[in-house]
């Protein structure tokens, strides 16, 4: 049954042949859906109700069929029907089953345009608290682990060549507050999905008294996307805004799953989990491999590519709705997924992770501590430039002698990690998504 179907309509082969085309993998992931639309029709019949376009028995009607529905998604027995093009058909063609003529008028005042549009931004905005939580509990066992090892060293490189001394504190907590940066894109996506569509109908507004403020406020948006032409133009943008903010995550779990991978090398030898918590080899009995992060890495990666398919999904066409946006869901839901996988799996190894002072003693480190030689000798009177030059000479001739552990006083370095800010910043956006 196609909601466009006229009186009297039978499919032919060569119309079920387009019918297989353009269908596709949807109706998979309008099951994920099915929630959102059921809530939607339900903000649609209390309208309908307002306007004057339903009676209060036939609301009573609705509203009994829509809960049904609800519970039988809760409970995971909602089912597609044989036949169904979507899941808005599906929810309507049960409400006119069930409760007859009433189910017949609960599409006055909207296409399924304004529909779909309503479903992905009530789903992403669910989707994105959910990530949003999953953010919060890998930022709350960085923080920890900072606090717990800020005391123990940990080398700095850049160009993959000793730098300077670093620590465990501060390592943990640049991923803490890499997190909170990467709240911040999360939380704009959330507020472009916060704004409702529907009334927009297909996407040229309606000669019905629709009351799109009333629909807001019963779906508890923040506000709405006043203009229907635009409304329309959202979609893709949003999903598109989305996967920005899903790529921004990733890429910081993808460094760090680098990290990890580096320094658990035997040559690194920073970190290391249980036995259990890694995998051997067929031939070589000593190895422990990382394969958990080396998968963290790999599927961040591929989410980062997701703003580029979104483009190029999405890319010189017109205003107004067409049938490509259709693919948006098979880009966008699988990566949410993805996404939240591999957050919870990197909280679940951190809370294993065995962190190995490796620095303080061992020779091989030790012109990490140039810098400081530097830095003393300036501290001492001599310019700059000079004291450079000397400890340069010094490690030429190899006569070069670190001095004491560093101790760095200001404001985000080993002494002064900042981290009571850093979780005051990161609060402050959760609480912006999490109402």
């Not at 998979?28 to 059921?38: C, E, G, R, T």
């Not at 000669?207 to 032409?229: A, K, Q, Y």
């Given at each position: 049954?196609?909601?466009?179907?006229k009186?009297?309509?039978?499919?032919?082969?060569?119309?079920?042949?387009?019918?297989?085309?353009?269908?596709?993998?949807?109706?998979?992931?309008?099951?994920?859906?099915?929630?959102?639309?059921?809530?939607?029709?339900?903000?649609?019949?209390?309208?309908?109700?307002?306007?004057?376009?339903?009676?209060?028995?036939?609301?009573?009607?609705i509203?009994?069929?829509?809960?049904?529905?609800?519970?039988?998604?809760?409970?995971?027995?909602?089912?597609?029907?044989?036949?169904?093009?979507?899941?808005?058909?599906?929810?309507?063609?049960?409400?006119?089953?069930?409760?007859?003529?009433?189910?017949?008028?609960?599409?006055?005042?909207?296409?399924?345009?304004?529909?779909?549009?309503?479903?992905?931004?009530?789903?992403?905005k669910?989707?994105?608290?959910?990530?949003?939580?999953?953010?919060?509990?890998?930022?709350?066992?960085?923080?920890?682990?900072?606090?717990?090892?800020?005391?123990?060293?940990?080398?700095?490189?850049?160009?993959?060549?000793?730098?300077?001394?670093?620590?465990?504190?501060?390592?943990?907590?640049?991923?803490?507050?890499?997190?909170?940066?990467?709240?911040e894109?999360?939380?704009?996506?959330?507020?472009?999905?916060?704004?409702?569509?529907?009334?927009?109908?297909?996407?040229?507004?309606?000669?019905?008294?629709?009351?799109?403020e009333?629909?807001?406020?019963?779906?508890?948006?923040?506000?709405?996307?006043?203009?229907?032409?635009?409304?329309?133009?959202?979609?893709?943008k949003?999903?598109?805004?989305?996967?920005?903010?899903?790529?921004?995550?990733?890429?910081?779990?993808s460094?760090?799953?680098?990290?990890?991978?580096?320094?658990?090398?035997?040559?690194?030898?920073?970190?290391?989990?249980?036995?259990?918590?890694?995998?051997?080899?067929?031939?070589?009995?000593?190895?422990?491999?990382?394969?958990?992060?080396?998968?963290?890495?790999?599927?961040?990666?591929?989410?980062?590519?997701?703003?580029?398919?979104?483009?190029?999904?999405?890319?010189?066409?017109?205003?107004?709705?067409?049938?490509?946006?259709?693919?948006?869901?098979?880009?966008?839901?699988?990566?949410?997924?993805?996404?939240?996988?591999?957050?919870?799996?990197?909280?679940?190894?951190?809370?294993?992770?065995?962190?190995?002072?490796?620095?303080?003693?061992?020779?091989?480190?030790?012109?990490?501590?140039?810098?400081?030689?530097?830095?003393?000798?300036?501290?001492?009177?001599?310019?700059?430039?000079?004291?450079?030059?000397?400890?340069?000479?010094?490690?030429?001739?190899?006569?070069?002698?670190?001095?004491?552990?560093?101790?760095?006083?200001?404001?985000?370095?080993?002494?002064?990690?900042?981290?009571?800010?850093?979780?005051e910043?990161?609060?402050?956006?959760r609480?912006?998504?999490?109402?």
């Amino acid at each position: 049954m196609r909601l466009w179907d006229k009186e009297g309509t039978k499919a032919s082969d060569l119309q079920e042949i387009i019918h297989q085309f353009t269908a596709g993998n949807d109706l998979q992931f309008d099951l994920q859906l099915a929630k959102y639309d059921v809530i939607g029709n339900q903000a649609q019949a209390r309208m309908l109700r307002a306007a004057g376009l339903l009676t209060e028995v036939e609301l009573e009607l609705i509203e009994a069929e829509l809960n049904l529905m609800l519970h039988q998604i809760h409970e995971g027995k909602f089912i597609m029907e044989e036949g169904i093009e979507d899941i808005h058909s599906q929810v309507e063609y049960r409400l006119t089953c069930r409760v007859g003529e009433a189910g017949k008028k609960i599409h006055a005042g909207r296409s399924r345009n304004d529909q779909i549009l309503l479903d992905i931004k009530l789903f992403l905005k669910d989707e994105l608290r959910q990530v949003s939580i999953l953010i919060e509990h890998l930022f709350e066992h960085l923080l920890k682990l900072s606090e717990e090892h800020k005391h123990c060293l940990l080398p700095g490189y850049t160009h993959l060549q000793l730098a300077m001394p670093s620590s465990f504190g501060l390592w943990f907590g640049a991923y803490a507050e890499s997190l909170a940066d990467d709240l911040e894109l999360l939380l704009a996506a959330w507020k472009v999905c916060d704004k409702n569509p529907l009334g927009s109908a297909a996407g040229y507004g309606s000669s019905f008294p629709v009351d799109r403020e009333l629909t807001t406020n019963l779906l508890g948006f923040g506000g709405l996307n006043i203009n229907s032409v635009y409304a329309q133009m959202s979609r893709g943008k949003t999903e598109k805004t989305v996967a920005f903010a899903l790529a921004g995550i990733a890429a910081t779990l993808s460094k760090f799953a680098y990290d990890i991978v580096l320094y658990m090398n035997q040559n690194f030898g920073f970190v290391s989990f249980p036995d259990e918590l890694t995998t051997g080899s067929s031939i070589m009995p000593h190895k422990k491999n990382p394969d958990v992060f080396e998968l963290i890495r790999a599927k961040c990666n591929l989410i980062q590519a997701l703003p580029n398919e979104l483009t190029l999904l999405t890319s010189n066409l017109p205003s107004g709705y067409h049938r490509d946006m259709q693919l948006t869901k098979e880009v966008l839901f699988p990566a949410l997924d993805s996404l939240k996988s591999c957050l919870k799996m990197a909280g679940f190894m951190l809370e294993h992770i065995q962190v190995h002072d490796k620095l303080t003693g061992d020779q091989s480190y030790q012109l990490l501590y140039s810098v400081e030689e530097v830095n003393r000798l300036v501290l001492n009177g001599m310019s700059f430039r000079d004291a450079y030059k000397t400890v340069g000479k010094m490690i030429e001739d190899g006569r070069f002698v670190p001095g004491d552990k560093p101790v760095h006083t200001h404001l985000g370095s080993m002494n002064n990690l900042g981290n009571d800010i850093i979780r005051e910043q990161f609060i402050f956006i959760r609480n912006q998504i999490i109402q």
